[in-house]
């Protein structure tokens, strides 16, 4: 079975800082979502990448989907306390069906 | 916003007791999938329904059953229910079984005496 792994578990910035959220895979990818999550909320859909190393940007929050490392990388510009939350994604497999395993999710909390 | 909703929000049920959950698809959605989030995990699959047919399932046991109806909205039954059965059950809709963006809802939070 497919295990993900995100990194950092947690971190903590000051507002206005740059940050990188990653998500790597135990097996090829074939594409892969990110959602955020505030607390005991459903998921909120931010982007999907597909294979072929795409890369999406939605306001300040940019992905990109790398399958050579196995692995997807979400980055936010100018964090803001907006931004805080749970970050999770969501990643299908080659060869498999295209229902998405998920990580633990990393938690992000931004100080104004 | 997404247009997938979900009922009833949050629930109390006993152990040995049997629970329906509810969801709504968004509109043009036929696949939908059922989570089960435990308190700090990442949402964990259930099975999946494509045009009222399952066509996926997680490593749940039987007690864990559903249903998809020609309007494509969604049940998932839990019997038996056990403390462990205690997490946010979220749905999520697709416009296909494919690679599509999929959409949650709100989530369900269900809690077992």
């Known amino acids: 079975s497919q295990e993900l792994e995100q990194s950092p578990q947690s971190l903590i910035v000051q507002e206005g800082k740059n940050l990188t959220i990653n998500c790597t895979s135990s097996k090829t990818l074939y594409g892969l979502y990110w959602y955020k999550q505030k607390y005991g909320e459903g998921l909120i859909f931010l982007m999907m990448l597909q294979k072929g190393g795409e890369e999406k940007s939605h306001e300040k929050i940019t992905a990109k989907l790398d399958e050579k490392k196995q692995q997807s990388s979400l980055h936010i510009t100018a964090s803001q306390p907006s931004h805080a939350g749970i970050y999770l994604c969501g990643a299908i497999a080659s060869g498999g069906s295209y229902i998405p395993t998920f990580g633990r999710g990393t938690s992000l909390i931004v100080h104004p | 916003e997404t247009g997938v909703t979900q009922s009833p929000t949050h629930l109390i049920k006993t152990r040995g007791q049997q629970v329906t959950l509810r969801c709504s698809s968004q509109s043009g959605h036929n696949t939908v999938s059922w989570y089960q989030q435990a308190l700090g995990q990442g949402p964990q699959f259930i099975f999946q329904?494509?045009?009222?047919?399952?066509?996926g399932r997680g490593n749940f046991p039987p007690r864990f059953s559903g249903l998809q109806f020609p309007n494509y909205s969604s049940e998932l039954n839990v019997n038996a229910l056990e403390l462990d059965d205690s997490a946010l059950y979220l749905c999520?809709?697709?416009?296909?079984?494919?690679?599509?963006?999929?959409?949650f809802g709100p989530g369900t939070r269900l809690t077992v005496t």
């Open positions: 999520a809709s697709r416009y296909g079984p494919g690679l599509y963006e999929q959409y």
């Open positions: 329904y494509y045009r009222e047919e399952e066509n």
